[in-house]
């Protein structure tokens, strides 16, 4: 159970850095991501939830613009 809440607190802190990169305040991100969450849990079969988590894995690609946002110094 505590690596569960460990796991999950990992998660809020990785969403909230992920989308600070584009101006989200945290508060705002942590407020969207537990009514989601939510929202998901209570509404969704094992079908559709399985389906969630693969869309949230895919959204882990937003760390590829956001890389060219934050304009990384080059190694030359």
Same mark, same amino acid.
């Given at each position: !159970?505590?690596?569960?809440?460990?796991?999950?607190?990992?998660?809020?802190?990785? !969403?909230?850095?992920?989308?600070?990169?584009?101006?989200?305040? +945290?508060?705002? &991100?942590?407020?969207?991501?537990?009514?989601? !969450?939510?929202?998901?849990?209570?509404?969704?079969?094992?079908?559709?939830?399985? /389906?969630?988590?693969?869309? /949230?894995?895919?959204?882990?690609?937003?760390?590829? +613009?956001?890389?060219?946002?934050?304009? +990384? +110094? /080059?190694? &030359?």
């Amino acid at each position: !159970m505590i690596v569960d809440w460990l796991t999950l607190i990992t998660e809020f802190i990785g !969403m909230t850095a992920a989308l600070a990169i584009f101006g989200v305040p +945290p508060w705002l &991100t942590v407020v969207a991501v537990i009514v989601l !969450m939510g929202v998901i849990v209570l509404t969704a079969g094992i079908g559709r939830l399985k /389906s969630w988590r693969c869309c /949230s894995g895919a959204l882990n690609l937003v760390y590829i +613009p956001g890389a060219f946002l934050v304009h +990384p +110094p /080059s190694r &030359t």
